[in-house]
């Protein structure tokens, strides 16, 4: 079955590291998201994809980078964690054009 | 820009008791409105939708409808059951431009038996 994984669920790291999520999706989608979620703020928008080679910034860019190398994945890194970067964190996908986005199961990053 | 704002929460309830969850929103033009599940440990599920004013979504027993004049999308549900407890988030995508999901900050729904 198609589907959409992240790794690692969960990563304990110190301040300063870099840090790489992984986001993987076998649907074939264009449009890839990155989300954070914390209590009281829902889930926000870091970056998106619309294709190959497509990235764009959300609304809580800083401090986070990607890269679309081909379809299938969408890796998020942390330049240089930091502690307000302690969260957890979803990948979600959809298809150009249709409105559902599919999501991951998260990855818990903590950052001492 | 455009927003969405939940009712706060937590919410308890005791099974079979009717469920209302408050969402309003702040967009132009006419968005598409989302309410996502997530249950504990997973990531979010798409649990109904509408795409247009006075359209109504329903699955599982849950509804809500798309009303342009009050711009809310309660979620509802007659009786509620203990596997309903959850975080609920309304959302709304925008009807031109980015496909960005604009995220409330979700609803801790928690059934006693």
């Known amino acids: 079955d198609a589907e959409i994984t992240q790794s690692p669920r969960h990563k304990i790291t110190e301040t300063g590291r870099q840090v790489t999520l992984a986001c993987h999706q076998t649907w074939n989608h264009n449009n890839m998201f990155w989300y954070r979620q914390d209590l009281g703020h829902g889930l926000r928008l870091i970056h998106y994809s619309y294709g190959v080679q497509d990235t764009n910034k959300g609304e809580v860019s800083d401090g986070y980078s990607v890269s679309r190398s081909n379809t299938e994945d969408l890796p998020l890194t942390l330049e240089s964690a930091a502690s307000s970067q302690t969260s957890v964190y979803f990948c979600a996908s959809s298809r150009q054009g249709v409105n559902e986005q599919f999501f991951g199961p998260g990855t818990r990053l903590t950052v001492l | 820009g455009n927003s969405v704002t939940q009712m706060e929460g937590p919410v308890t309830l005791s099974e079979e008791a009717f469920l209302t969850i408050n969402c309003t929103y702040t967009a132009t033009g006419y968005p598409s409105l989302f309410w996502y599940v997530q249950y504990p440990g997973e990531g979010l599920q798409l649990l109904l939708k509408?795409?247009?004013?006075?359209d109504k979504g329903s699955n599982k027993g849950f509804e809500a409808t798309y009303r342009k004049e009050t711009t809310s999308f309660h979620l509802e549900k007659g009786s509620v059951q203990v596997s309903d407890s959850a975080v609920y988030f309304c959302a709304l995508l925008a009807a031109q431009g980015a496909q960005k999901l604009v995220f409330g900050q979700g609803t801790r729904l928690t059934i006693n038996p």
């Open positions: 509408a795409t247009k004013a006075d």
